[in-house]
């Protein structure tokens, strides 16, 4: 059964923090590279963060030092800390995988909203 679920979305300050977390299929998950992707109001979706699964990273210039992307393969979980949250962080989260996204599967996504 394939499956994504994001949770850990809220309502933040602009310099807040908030994790997200992503519980994802074994079939999907394992040996996957893992990625954060986001889709603001009026806005194309975006990859932000993504991890291999030996854990090499990659993340959007918009995030890098900001952003922080884990993974837990023994859960099939991947996390995305961010910090420092600005306005333009709002939108629509998404953890996926690129074959996913090629087949066009998306969880339902995590809303986060940050106030100035």
């Known amino acids: 059964q394939v499956q994504l679920v994001e949770s850990g979305g809220g309502l933040v300050q602009a310099g807040g923090s908030l994790t997200l977390s992503c519980v994802a299929s074994?079939?999907?998950?394992?040996?996957?590279?893992m990625g954060w992707y986001r889709q603001a109001p009026g806005k194309q979706r975006e990859l932000v963060a993504s991890?291999?699964?030996?854990?090499?990273?990659n993340y959007a210039d918009s995030v890098k030092g900001r952003f922080t992307i884990s993974r837990d393969n023994a859960k099939n979980m991947v996390f995305l800390q961010m910090n420092n949250l600005k306005p333009e962080d709002t939108a629509v989260y998404y953890c996926?995988?690129?074959?996913?996204?090629?087949?066009?599967?998306w969880g339902q996504g995590t809303q986060v909203t940050v106030s100035s």
């Open positions: 996926n995988t690129p074959t996913q996204v090629t087949i066009g599967y």
């Open positions: 074994e079939s999907i998950f394992r040996r996957n590279l």
């Open positions: 991890m291999t699964s030996g854990g090499t990273t």
